[in-house]
């Protein structure tokens, strides 16, 4: 008899740890946001329409073609008269940059963001047990990571990550490592650092395919402090629901459609190449095909399979109809026309978009179906912000917070692009109300503005008239 209940409670036991550790284990591998801190320069950093065209006409390597072109850029950029550029270009040393440049404009950002963010979360520097920074463009020793540390005096043994050349999806990457480190150290803070360094990456040459990057790359950052204790659930903002990564890397178009290099006279730059829509629509698609099924309910996916089933077997008889000549005019599509489209709407409630540009917002928008006021926090950012790169996302959440949008429960959906090229997603779930104190508060009553043209063409279209034979850049 003994026997018998000592070989029943064996399983039992190993049953009721089992699933012990299923759930505990389980809170322990949450990754939430605490809090985060977008960076918001100084305003004699500020750009206007007026500086923009002095930065332009110091550049002696431009003629009148070359005018025309950043002028149709700059009009249909979507950015606005208030995003902030590096300090030595306000200057006038953009082709003379040097490495103390690169250095003071990452620490204004680390001693502002950073040192707001731990006063606000009430968390120690020496608390921090992950330190994760990301800045694409700038490669310095000691890293970015030892200055922060050295700054902040952190504990001999925090995980220090340094990540550069990962572009503008960079933040979801340093996400991403912190989720997977959370899942091997419990009860830990860590701190994501995302910026991107433009003081020595401005393009003073005049090949247009790197300098259209001046009209869209601004300055800006974000901190957050991001945490797997239990402890914090309570007081958390965000929690992660899924992420996914995809890289295109193995692709020579893919690869090569944006990247630093020298143009033919050697001026460094970041060169943005005809196949950058094509390879950003490719890997948009494949993130969206592993993406969906991880966040979409299983009726929303039924009905997709259902009516594209449906599509392509209404389009299969009419093509035999024609005599399978073609007819159908469907151009590939299914059933002859339109797609069968997804609708992300039914397993997300806001949509994060990066600012890439406003080609890039409305591809997206096009592509899932999204409404103007979906695009809104994304096209507000990009015309207050311009494109910050890694950090851009932050501020697009940050708009949403501001507009008190968020509440308890509602799902986010973050889309990202980078070169390399990749796209990476990931879902957030609001974990409480949110009352919107950020970077916006100073100007959201202003948003979001009915009319986003920007004054360039005004008091820059008369370049459009003038005779390249006759033609002088104006002192």
Same mark, same amino acid.
């Not at 196949?275 to 490719?282: E, F, N, Q, Y």
């Not at 599509?333 to 997804?342: F, L, P, R, T």
């Given at each position: 008899?003994?026997?018998?209940?000592?070989?029943?409670?064996?399983?039992?036991?190993?049953?009721?740890?089992?699933?012990?550790?299923?759930?505990?284990?389980?809170?322990?591998?949450?990754?939430?946001?605490?809090?985060?801190?977008?960076?918001?320069?100084?305003?004699?950093?500020?750009?206007?329409?007026?500086?923009?065209?002095?930065?332009?006409?110091?550049?002696?390597?431009?003629?009148?073609?070359?005018?025309?072109?950043?002028?149709?850029?700059?009009?249909?950029?979507?950015?606005?008269?208030?995003?902030?550029?590096?300090?030595?270009?306000?200057?006038?040393?953009?082709?003379?940059?040097?490495?103390?440049?690169?250095?003071?404009?990452?620490?204004?950002?680390?001693?502002?963001?950073?040192?707001?963010?731990?006063?606000? %979360?009430?968390?120690?520097?020496?608390?921090?047990?992950?330190?994760?920074?990301?800045?694409?463009?700038?490669?310095?020793?000691?890293?970015?990571?030892?200055?922060?540390?050295?700054?902040?005096?952190?504990?001999?043994?925090?995980?220090?990550?340094?990540?550069?050349?990962?572009?503008?999806?960079?933040?979801?990457? %340093?996400?991403?490592?912190?989720?997977?480190?959370?899942?091997?150290?419990?009860?830990?803070?860590?701190?994501?650092?995302?910026?991107?360094?433009?003081?020595?990456?401005?393009?003073?040459?005049?090949?247009?395919?790197?300098?259209?990057?001046?009209?869209?790359?601004?300055?800006?950052?974000?901190?957050?402090?991001?945490?797997?204790?239990?402890?914090?659930?309570?007081?958390?903002?965000?929690?992660?629901?899924?992420?996914?990564?995809?890289?295109?890397? #193995?692709?020579?178009?893919?690869?090569?459609?944006?990247?630093?290099?020298?143009?033919?006279?050697?001026?460094?730059?970041?060169?943005?190449?005809?196949?950058?829509?094509? #390879?950003?629509?490719?890997?948009?698609?494949?993130?969206?095909?592993?993406?969906?099924?991880?966040?979409?309910?299983?009726?929303?996916?039924?009905?997709?399979?259902?009516?594209?089933?449906?599509?392509?077997?209404?389009?299969?008889?009419?093509?035999?109809?024609?005599?399978?000549?073609?007819?159908?005019?469907?151009?590939?599509?299914?059933?002859?026309?339109?797609?069968?489209?997804?609708?992300?709407?039914?397993?997300?409630?806001?949509?994060?978009?990066?600012?890439?540009?406003?080609?890039?917002?409305?591809?997206?928008?096009?592509?899932?179906?999204?409404?103007?006021?979906?695009?809104?926090?994304?096209?507000?950012?990009?015309?207050?912000?311009?494109?910050?790169?890694?950090?851009?996302?932050?501020?697009?959440?940050?708009?949403?917070? #501001?507009?008190?949008?968020?509440?308890?429960?509602?799902?986010?959906?973050?889309?990202?692009?980078? #070169?390399?090229?990749?796209?990476?997603?990931?879902?957030?779930?609001?974990?409480?109300?949110?009352?919107?104190?950020?970077?916006?508060?100073?100007?959201?009553?202003?948003?979001?503005?009915?009319?986003?043209?920007?004054?360039?063409?005004?008091?820059?279209?008369?370049?459009?008239?003038?005779?390249?034979?006759?033609?002088?850049?104006?002192?």
């Amino acid at each position: 008899m003994g026997l018998f209940i000592l070989l029943c409670v064996i399983p039992l036991s190993y049953l009721v740890f089992r699933v012990w550790r299923w759930v505990f284990a389980g809170v322990d591998r949450d990754c939430y946001i605490v809090d985060y801190e977008c960076y918001k320069p100084a305003d004699d950093r500020m750009i206007s329409t007026e500086f923009c065209g002095e930065i332009i006409k110091r550049n002696k390597s431009l003629g009148l073609n070359e005018y025309k072109f950043l002028l149709k850029a700059i009009v249909n950029s979507g950015i606005g008269e208030e995003t902030y550029g590096p300090r030595n270009v306000l200057i006038g040393r953009e082709e003379r940059p040097m490495l103390s440049d690169s250095i003071s404009e990452m620490d204004e950002f680390f001693h502002d963001s950073i040192g707001k963010l731990l006063a606000r %979360s009430g968390v120690s520097p020496r608390e921090i047990d992950v330190l994760v920074v990301n800045v694409s463009m700038l490669s310095i020793a000691p890293s970015l990571c030892s200055r922060i540390i050295n700054n902040y005096k952190m504990r001999d043994d925090v995980k220090a990550f340094n990540l550069t050349g990962m572009g503008c999806s960079a933040s979801l990457i %340093s996400i991403d490592a912190v989720r997977n480190i959370f899942k091997c150290y419990k009860d830990s803070y860590a701190l994501v650092v995302t910026s991107e360094c433009l003081s020595p990456n401005w393009y003073s040459g005049n090949d247009r395919s790197m300098i259209l990057a001046n009209c869209l790359f601004r300055s800006g950052g974000c901190a957050m402090l991001l945490s797997n204790k239990n402890a914090v659930r309570h007081k958390a903002m965000f929690k992660l629901k899924c992420l996914v990564r995809t890289h295109h890397g #193995a692709r020579d178009e893919s690869y090569g459609c944006c990247m630093q290099r020298d143009d033919a006279e050697g001026r460094l730059g970041f060169y943005l190449g005809k196949d950058l829509p094509k #390879a950003a629509t490719r890997s948009f698609v494949d993130n969206l095909r592993e993406l969906a099924p991880k966040i979409l309910p299983v009726r929303e996916l039924l009905r997709f399979m259902v009516v594209r089933v449906v599509k392509r077997l209404s389009f299969s008889r009419s093509k035999k109809g024609s005599g399978g000549g073609g007819g159908g005019g469907g151009g590939g599509s299914e059933g002859g026309g339109a797609k069968a489209v997804i609708n992300f709407r039914a397993g997300v409630d806001h949509f994060c978009i990066h600012t890439g540009g406003k080609a890039v917002i409305d591809g997206i928008g096009t592509n899932l179906g999204l409404s103007e006021y979906d695009l809104e926090p994304a096209r507000m950012t990009l015309h207050r912000f311009g494109n910050t790169s890694a950090s851009s996302l932050w501020y697009v959440l940050a708009y949403m917070e #501001a507009k008190k949008r968020l509440k308890k429960g509602d799902r986010i959906l973050m889309i990202s692009f980078g #070169a390399g090229f990749k796209c990476n997603s990931c879902l957030w779930e609001v974990a409480r109300d949110l009352r919107g104190e950020n970077v916006w508060k100073e100007c959201i009553e202003n948003y979001p503005k009915k009319n986003l043209a920007n004054p360039y063409m005004e008091k820059y279209g008369w370049i459009n008239n003038e005779d390249p034979r006759t033609f002088k850049v104006p002192e």
